[in-house]
């Protein structure tokens, strides 16, 4: 969240973002009409309470039998007013928090302004594979060569989800040490997070977990949800903690379980892996003070950049459009990996500056120079998205005899298997 002195001194920056994000829900003024009816109602709380303790302080002493019969009777009132008050207060509080959380992050002045689409390319490594036969799409191999099975799994789970099998199982154990491996030597030290976090904690990063257009599973009776990414319970380890500057940056590399109720995404361009309700992924995370978020931000794209490049993939890194951007998400990135399926680019991983947008949530904070107390800054981003990285695979490295080479960087976590064939060694 913003803070609300921000708002205040800076209503009309803060009205052009949210235009510039196309934001409709969002209204500034009334949050500012919100907190100033709040701080009014608080005041004459704490009138009535200082007058509550003069009144208890002089039935003290010794009064005229009237004098404290007044004063019994003015302490009723006072009962009677603050109840009241404090119902008031309640029911702000709620509306308040309710448009406060519409409030977006403000946004770097080099995104471009427009809408999805509409996003500044950066660069693209590598150039499209050229076959000399009619390429098949992931799904069509992942059946054919025996590695993935929707079938069985929409019997087992329902539809968009998968079983990942053979060379698919080995794949993505390859992928997920490679990309932690890779974090290790950047100095992220490795996490495995739980898989279910408190709504409050959702909330606090950004995510939604309740409305009709939620992508988040809620377990009944409880207040506990599944994650959508390692973002959620990484940013949420700190949670109340305050930070000395020289620990700083604090880099985090998480394994995670996502889950996604992908509500309404059965299009074509979501068809097989691409958009599916559990799959696996390793995150980056970090707390930084203000001044170094820029920077970790370029390091963590330099690092997902290398990690496509070690596996040999044609992609593109763009920089995402205000009307694209997430609510927390100072600046993003993506890179969108070629995919021949569908003859263009796919997102494969993001990479986002949230500023202190969700440390003011999760009250994360540091003691700079001087000693005092500033939010952090934090910054979030995909190492290796599972399904995505399997597709991009699957489809670039199919050969015309219909087998698919791995990937020389991978080839290490694979059993000794380097060419993904129908006739599996360990079946004979």
């Keep these: 969240m913003l803070d609300i002195k921000f708002i205040r001194e800076n209503l009309d920056a803060v009205k052009t973002n949210i235009q510039n994000r196309g934001i409709k829900n969002a209204d500034p003024d009334k949050v500012l009409e919100l907190y100033g009816n709040r701080v009014l109602l608080l005041q004459e709380v704490e009138s009535l309470r200082a007058e509550r303790n003069l009144s208890s302080q002089k039935m003290k002493s010794k009064l005229e039998a009237d004098e404290r019969e007044?004063?019994?009777?003015?302490?009723?009132?006072?009962?009677?007013?603050?109840?009241?008050?404090?119902?008031?207060?309640?029911?702000?509080?709620?509306?308040?928090?309710?448009?406060?959380?519409?409030?977006?992050?403000?946004?770097?002045?080099?995104?471009p302004v427009g809408m999805e689409g509409e996003f500044n390319l950066l660069q693209t490594v590598g150039e499209p594979?050229?076959?000399?036969?009619?390429?098949?799409?992931?799904?069509?191999?992942?059946?054919?060569?025996d590695l993935i099975d929707f079938e069985s799994a929409?019997?087992?789970?329902?539809?968009?989800?998968y079983y990942l099998k053979n060379e698919g199982a080995l794949l993505e154990l390859a992928l997920i040490n490679y990309a932690m491996g890779k974090l290790l030597k950047k100095g992220f030290?490795?996490?495995l997070t739980p898989d279910l976090a408190r709504i409050n904690i959702l909330e606090a990063i950004g995510f939604n977990p309740r409305g009709e257009e939620t992508q988040v599973y809620s377990v009944a009776d409880s207040d506990l949800c599944l994650v959508g990414t390692a973002e959620i319970t990484l940013g949420g380890f700190l949670k109340d903690k305050i930070l000395l500057k020289k620990d700083m940056p604090v880099k985090m590399g998480g394994f995670s379980h996502c889950f996604r109720t992908e509500s309404g995404a059965y299009g074509k361009e979501s068809r097989g892996l691409y958009r599916v309700h559990q799959f696996s992924k390793v995150e980056m995370f970090a707390f930084t003070a203000p001044e170094d978020s820029e920077r970790v931000h370029e390091e963590m794209r330099d690092i997902e950049i290398e990690i496509f490049k070690e596996l040999g993939l044609c992609f593109r890194v763009i920089d995402i459009?205000?009307?694209?951007?997430?609510?927390?998400?100072?600046?993003?990135?993506?890179?969108?990996a070629w995919m021949p399926s569908r003859a263009d680019f796919g997102e494969v991983t993001s990479t986002s500056n949230c500023t202190e947008f969700q440390s003011r949530r999760l009250n994360i904070r540091y003691r700079d120079e001087e000693n005092n107390l500033q939010f952090?800054?934090?910054?979030?981003g995909t190492a290796v998205a599972v399904p995505r990285a399997i597709i991009a695979i699957l489809e670039n490295y199919q050969q015309a005899d219909g087998s698919i080479l791995v990937p020389d960087v991978l080839k290490p976590y694979m059993a000794g298997v380097e060419r993904i064939v129908k006739e599996k060694a360990w079946a004979k």
């Design 70 to 111: 007044q004063l019994i009777a003015r302490g009723k009132e006072i009962k009677e007013m603050l109840a009241g008050l404090e119902s008031q207060i309640e029911m702000i509080d709620t509306e308040f928090n309710a448009a406060f959380k519409n409030i977006p992050n403000m946004t770097h002045p080099d995104v």
């Design 129 to 145: 594979p050229k076959f000399d036969f009619e390429p098949k799409d992931h799904v069509t191999l992942g059946m054919e060569l």
């Design 154 to 161: 929409a019997q087992v789970s329902g539809q968009k989800f």
């Design 189 to 191: 030290t490795p996490y």
């Design 321 to 336: 459009p205000t009307g694209d951007l997430g609510a927390p998400a100072y600046r993003k990135y993506d890179l969108e």
């Design 376 to 380: 952090v800054h934090t910054l979030n």
